[in-house]
């Protein structure tokens, strides 16, 4: 057996046993990475339902100061002359 042979099985023997701890390190890593996104999701979801409530309540709340009671009133214009 040559050298060439010898490091093929080698590297084959050591493919054939660290590929499921790799595979499973890399599906660890992706499974948390959805479980982040989603988490990350609902968390934005929240506050932006939180905010909205907010300024909905807020501006229900705050009275108007733009209410005004019309009535008529006399005006006389007069011409100032100098």
Do not use: D
Request: aromatic share 2%; proline share 4%.
């Amino acid at each position: 057996m040559s050298r060439r042979e010898i490091l093929g099985f080698v590297a084959a023997a050591c493919v054939a046993c660290c590929i499921g701890p790799i595979v499973a390190a890399l599906a660890a890593i992706a499974a948390l990475g959805v479980v982040s996104t989603i988490v990350i999701g609902v968390a934005g979801l929240l506050i932006a339902a939180a905010v909205v409530a907010a300024v909905v309540v807020a501006r229900h709340r705050r009275p108007s100061t733009c209410a005004i009671e019309t009535e008529t009133v006399p005006v006389e214009l007069t011409r100032i002359s100098r």
